[in-house]
């Protein structure tokens, strides 16, 4: 309940969410010129480092903090502050406690981006820390596979555009939590 603890916690999210949306402008400054390069001509070949810097550059003139808002770690972290306000304004009774502990479940994730429905097999990247059903992303690997294509991650707004088999581990503390609420 230490205001100041809370205070600089979130100037920390808050400058990760910077951070974030800083690496994420850069990967689509390069990613945009790298596609622009592939379609020039070689004897017309700009100055690359200028090129990216230049979209770069626009992109971040666009930045609103707004942006910050719906930063998923961000709003991740505002959420979980309010339970945990929540929880300690509350006469912290067994029931209050189980309550919170159904609205944190429900709040996560147990949908895969790829099929859309409750996972039975969890796996998580390494990489950028999603998860989706195991089934799923093997067979969308080894499809960009043949095709010689990299898989970008699934999750909708996720930077990471080289999903390997290697990345990826047995999600087991979502597999219990799943399970646990699937018994319920």
Wanted: include cysteine.
């Amino acid at each position: 309940d230490d205001e100041d603890d809370v205070n600089n916690m979130e100037k920390v999210m808050l400058e990760y969410a910077t951070m974030d949306r800083e690496l994420n402008h850069y990967i689509k400054a390069f990613e945009e010129t790298i596609n622009q390069v592939k379609r020039e001509k070689p004897e017309n070949l700009p100055d690359l480092e200028n090129l990216a810097q230049e979209k770069f550059l626009e992109m971040e003139s666009k930045n609103s903090d707004s942006d910050f808002q719906r930063n998923e770690k961000y709003m991740y972290f505002k959420d979980q502050l309010k339970e945990m306000k929540k929880q300690y304004h509350a006469n912290d009774t067994i029931e209050q406690i189980d309550e919170d502990i159904a609205v944190t479940r429900s709040q996560m994730n147990f949908i895969c981006p790829i099929t859309q429905m409750t996972m039975k097999r969890p796996v998580r990247n390494k990489v950028c820390g999603h998860s989706y059903e195991e089934d799923a992303i093997l067979e969308m690997i080894q499809t960009q596979k043949q095709k010689k294509k990299k898989v970008r991650c699934p999750k909708m707004g996720c930077s990471h555009v080289d999903v390997k088999g290697s990345d990826l581990v047995p999600d087991e503390a979502l597999k219990r939590v799943i399970d646990s609420q699937n018994k319920q």
